[in-house]
């Protein structure tokens, strides 16, 4: 079983700077995909970005990054130059490559962006 | 290329009743799965579909229910409500590229 855990439940930044949101999970699995999502208060689940367990190299997508600790299980989101539109919740989750519909969630973090 | 999508966008219910979500999965993919998310936590899995067969479920009684129609298309039942049940539930669909995509939800409130 895969348990994913954000111990952050709220995080706030100042407009133009930068955050990090943190995440530690746990899997039996060698083959797995780690995942941010974003929800705004649409309740749309949005992706983020996405990280595939076997790549060492940590996944970017324009402001957003990860820092991927394979040995320690940890997956932290780097949001630079935080933008109003930003303020949302954040969940981390995994998912075994084996099982393509199946994905752990966190108990998610809110950020609020400060103009 | 269309979205995933659901129906309705919210309901409201009595305690014993019965209710049954929709969910349109996004073209081309072959597998839906069906969250629920509590206010204020993280979805939790309920089940998922590939090509109409329940292939994985989580921690939810027999009462959860589900069908996946030769479109991908798919529905979620839940019979004999409870309060607890007050929830957003969230269909996503995945596809070949392990991509999982969500459709915006359905608030269900039980009374």
């Known amino acids: 079983a895969q348990t994913v855990t954000q111990s952050q439940p709220e995080m706030s930044v100042q407009e133009a700077e930068t955050v990090t949101l943190s995440c530690t999970y746990d899997t039996s699995e060698s083959d797995y995909y780690l995942f941010w999502y974003k929800q705004p208060p649409s309740r749309q689940m949005i992706l983020v970005i996405r990280q595939e367990a076997y790549k060492q190299q940590n996944a970017t997508e324009n402001r957003f990054s990860v820092n991927f600790q394979k040995a320690a299980k940890s997956f932290s989101l780097k949001i630079s130059d935080s933008q109003l539109g930003d303020a949302a919740m954040y969940f981390c989750?995994?998912?075994?490559?084996?099982?393509?519909?199946?994905?752990?969630f966190g108990d998610g973090t809110t950020l609020t962006v400060k103009p | 290329e269309t979205g995933v999508t659901q129906s309705p966008t919210h309901l409201i219910k009595t305690r014993g009743q019965q209710v049954t979500l929709r969910c349109s999965s996004q073209?081309?993919?072959?597998?839906v799965s069906w969250y629920q998310q509590a206010l204020g936590q993280g979805p939790q899995f309920i089940f998922q579909?590939?090509?109409?067969?329940?292939?994985g479920r989580g921690n939810f009684p027999p009462r959860f229910s589900g069908l996946q129609f030769p479109n991908y298309s798919s529905e979620l039942n839940v019979n004999a409500l409870e309060l607890d049940d007050s929830a957003l539930y969230l269909c996503a669909s995945s596809g070949p590229y392990n991509e999982q995509f969500f459709g915006p939800g359905t608030r269900l409130t039980v009374l």
């Open positions: 579909y590939y090509r109409e067969e329940e292939n």
């Open positions: 073209s081309g993919h072959n597998t």
């Open positions: 989750a995994s998912r075994e490559n084996t099982n393509a519909g199946k994905s752990t």
